[in-house]
């Protein structure tokens, strides 16, 4: 079984692809200049201007002067790379996306298509820029979780979250400007490395509420579609399934912690031994190699020949046996669906979390939203029988990643929509 790793914030290198779009590769040309058209509609700016000038901006340079463009060169680099290998013939088994490179690991999959997808990010910046007013920052620990999680303990602010486990020995916290700081010089008394992300927004912290729900509604109109590769989430602990949807879950991305760890380790215990980097540099087949010493990983963009490394990466992608890709069906079924990372604390506003209870129930029943007060009856008052009562309830585990139902629920102990609000908070809680 092949993976390809879809890398986030971080995976820009100075020079990436230049040489095919210099010589006037179709492919990379066409996938650039169909996201600068996006970004210049929606952003005023495009991507190719900058990242393919004589003399490219650095990380640091880009994050400082142009964020945005920093995160459209990730993830326009994903589908350029993902686009090269398939002409090559690769095909992996599945995607896992890490953080932002979901967003690339879904629309190489066929969810989006490119423009759309390009709108998405599109969106996600823009309401970043007008909803994130906390200057919050990320920082990276040189340690596994649990010392992580004490270095957020001793320092005991709200905003201050563990926000990536990325292996045993990388965990990401996110908060505040003066809580990073704080951190870092705790982990500097503790015998700690850290280093503070390129990133311009402290991502997978509740801090961005308010931007999750503007997201969410902006790119709710945009068309999905059936998913042709199979996509796992280290944010949902789960692969995603045709009927998701999109809009809600890549707006929880913004809020919710990512497990990377337990994503690979679930994938190499089902059998995944071939681990493919979609982007440049190898900053995920790094943490892959780390966490699982003997596979076979390859990073196409991290060294100076980019035409060599897509070569290696396409022939590592390709069955061993000269078959087909491994079914969709078989490589779902192979991995056991985890409950979704709880490492963040989860701060819970009950009246926003009734109005997307509400908004849910309302689009399901086609009802309207004001009859779902929280004395209402559901069968009684509404005629919601017992099934379709199971249905919502199954279809809000799933929206708030509440994992296995507990033993012994019954349906007929939430007979009112209050009650029902009261379930999922209670799941959801710390």
Request: a negative charge; glycine letters at 8%.
């Amino acid at each position: 079984m092949s993976v390809a790793l879809f890398p986030g914030q971080g995976a820009y290198r100075p020079g990436t692809l230049a040489g095919l779009w210099e010589r006037g590769d179709d492919t990379v040309r066409d996938t650039y200049e169909e996201v600068d058209a996006v970004a210049k509609e929606k952003l005023g700016r495009n991507v190719s201007s900058t990242v393919f000038r004589p003399s490219p901006p650095s990380p640091a340079t880009l994050l400082a002067s142009a964020p945005d463009t920093l995160q459209l060169a990730v993830f326009t680099t994903s589908v350029a790379t993902h686009r090269l290998l398939t002409e090559r013939g690769a095909q992996a088994s599945v995607h896992l996306g890490h953080s932002l490179g979901e967003l690339a690991a879904l629309t190489c999959a066929g969810a989006y298509d490119l423009a759309d997808a390009a709108a998405v990010l599109c969106e996600r910046i823009s309401v970043l820029r007008e909803h994130d007013t906390s200057g919050g920052a990320m920082l990276a620990l040189g340690c596994g979780r649990e010392r992580a999680e004490r270095v957020v303990a001793l320092i005991d602010h709200p905003d201050l979250v563990l926000a990536v486990d990325n292996s045993a020995g990388q965990a990401v916290v996110s908060g505040p400007a003066d809580a990073i700081a704080t951190a870092a010089g705790i982990a500097a008394q503790l015998g700690i490395t850290s280093t503070q992300l390129r990133s311009p927004h402290p991502f997978h912290n509740p801090l961005l509420a308010e931007a999750r729900r503007q997201l969410a509604a902006r790119i709710a109109p945009l068309r999905t579609r059936p998913l042709t590769v199979p996509v796992y989430s280290p944010i949902l602990g789960r692969f995603y399934r045709d009927g998701d949807d999109l809009a809600e879950l890549l707006a929880l991305h913004l809020v919710t912690p990512v497990d990377f760890r337990t994503s690979v380790a679930a994938l190499h215990a089902a059998g995944a031994r071939e681990f493919v980097e979609i982007g440049a540099g190898r900053v995920l087949t790094a943490l892959v190699t780390e966490a699982l010493p003997g596979v076979h990983a390859v990073a196409p963009l991290a060294g100076r020949d980019d035409e060599a490394g897509l070569a290696q990466a396409a022939e590592a992608l390709r069955d061993p046996l000269g078959g087909d890709a491994v079914p969709a069906a078989a490589v779902q079924a192979a991995v056991p669906v985890a409950a979704p990372a709880q490492i963040a604390p989860v701060h819970v506003d009950r009246d926003e979390l009734t109005a997307q209870v509400r908004a849910l129930y309302a689009e399901a029943m086609e009802y309207p939203d004001e009859v779902f007060t929280d004395d209402v009856l559901l069968e009684a008052d509404l005629g919601i029988d017992s099934v379709k009562q199971t249905e919502l309830l199954s279809r809000l585990g799933d929206r708030f990643g509440l994992g296995v139902p507990p033993a012994g629920l019954r349906v007929a102990d939430y007979d009112t929509f209050g009650k029902v609000v009261d379930f999922v908070a209670a799941g959801i809680a710390p």
